[in-house]
């Protein structure tokens, strides 16, 4: 079970190349100054909100809506005030500012450069792993950016917050939905790759195997690499 951000993509590119990119994805589709699209996601992305989400979810799960209807709020509502920053009229429809926010993120992972280097060593892992992704992000979103690493042939389940129903900060609730999804017994064995410690401590509350991606180095509670390019070697796979 392979994270995202930190493991697939380059956590430490990711925001540079957003801004780097943010005039080409958004102007295109809907009008305004490039150099005013990157300033304006500077202050207007903020994410889903999963906390409280999360919130609500252990307040009263049944007054929640669905997690897709929540992302998809989250998202329109981001491309709502990122035009008015512009100073761009925003589409008029809750759906219409969702695609938007869609093809622009979309624009982002199949352009973005925070993914180099992710598609050799998945590609050596699905020779004797079967992969799934493990995000926080939206679904829908992990899709695209396994299309631009170039390896959604090789990746099974695009597992996205949207798609279990439950925030990743609820992480021993989220490994749980994933293992249920895929319908895992006992034995077989699970190996999850993350960038943050405290993850990988609820995914081995459950028995799972973990893998550190970290640079610095760690407190040993899991075994570190410094890349996703290391797990491979890290797990015997030649």
């Not at 304006?40 to 979810?57: C, I, S, T």
């Not at 610095?216 to 070697?233: F, I, N, Q």
Request: aromatic share 8%; with cysteine; net charge negative.
């Amino acid at each position: 079970l392979l994270d995202l951000d930190g493991v697939i993509l380059d956590i430490d590119r990711y925001y540079p190349e957003w801004e780097r990119l943010a005039g080409d994805a958004f102007t295109p589709l809907l009008g305004g100054d490039p150099e005013r699209w990157i300033l304006a996601e500077r202050e207007a992305w903020h994410g889903p909100r999963h906390a409280e989400y999360l919130e609500l979810l252990r307040a009263d799960p049944a007054t929640v809506p669905p997690a897709e209807q929540w992302d998809r709020e989250a998202h329109a509502d981001w491309i709502e005030r990122s035009c008015r920053l512009v100073g761009v009229e925003p589409p008029a429809t809750e759906a219409e500012r969702y695609d938007a926010a869609r093809a622009a993120r979309r624009h982002y992972y199949l352009h973005t450069r925070a993914s180099e280097g992710a598609r050799e060593p998945i590609v050596s892992l699905a020779r004797e792993f079967e992969i799934h992704t493990a995000s926080g992000n939206s679904s829908w979103l992990v899709e695209a950016a396994l299309e631009g690493a170039g390896v959604r042939a090789d990746v099974g389940e695009a597992f996205g917050w949207d798609l279990l129903g439950v925030p990743k900060d609820d992480p021993h609730a989220f490994y749980e939905a994933i293992l249920s999804v895929l319908g895992v017994t006992a034995g077989r064995r699970v190996v999850v790759v993350d960038d943050l410690a405290e993850k990988l401590d609820a995914a081995a509350s459950l028995g799972l195997e973990t893998m550190h991606v970290a640079r610095a180095s760690s407190d040993g509670a899991h075994p570190r690499v410094g890349s996703l390019a290391e797990v491979p070697t890290a797990l015997g796979v030649g």
